[in-house]
């Protein structure tokens, strides 16, 4: 059973920073693209970053040169690293792991950020 643990998340000023976590288990992730999505209010899901099992990044344009993911030598974990937070980045993010060559795609149950002064 595949499940994705996040946690980081929490209340920031604007231009602070957070560190979101996410632990996965129950699969090889390692043929897993993993990433962060996030949801604000009254909005749909969006993507925010992706690395590939093989190291290859994606980011909106939104969080180009603020936001960074990574993931740890074993790839069941991935992280993203927050800075210059602004208020529009508001949302709850959600851990995404994404199998490579099935059609099998997992969400963790979501984390909050919400940066407001």
């Known amino acids: 059973q595949v499940q994705l643990v996040e946690s980081g998340g929490g209340l920031v000023q604007p231009g602070g920073s957070l560190r979101l976590s996410c632990v996965a288990s129950g699969s090889n992730f390692k043929i897993y693209t993993m990433g962060w999505y996030r949801q604000a209010p009254g909005k749909q899901r969006e993507l925010v970053a992706t690395?590939?099992?093989?190291?290859?990044?994606n980011y909106r344009d939104s969080v180009k040169g603020r936001f960074t993911i990574s993931r740890g030598n074993a790839k069941n974990t991935v992280y993203l690293q927050m800075n210059s937070l602004k208020p529009e980045d508001t949302a709850v993010y959600y851990c995404?792991?994404?199998?490579?060559?099935?059609?099998?795609?997992?969400w963790g149950q979501g984390t909050e950020v919400t940066v407001s002064s």
């Open positions: 995404n792991a994404d199998h490579d060559f099935l059609a099998n795609t997992y």
């Open positions: 690395m590939t099992s093989g190291g290859s990044t």
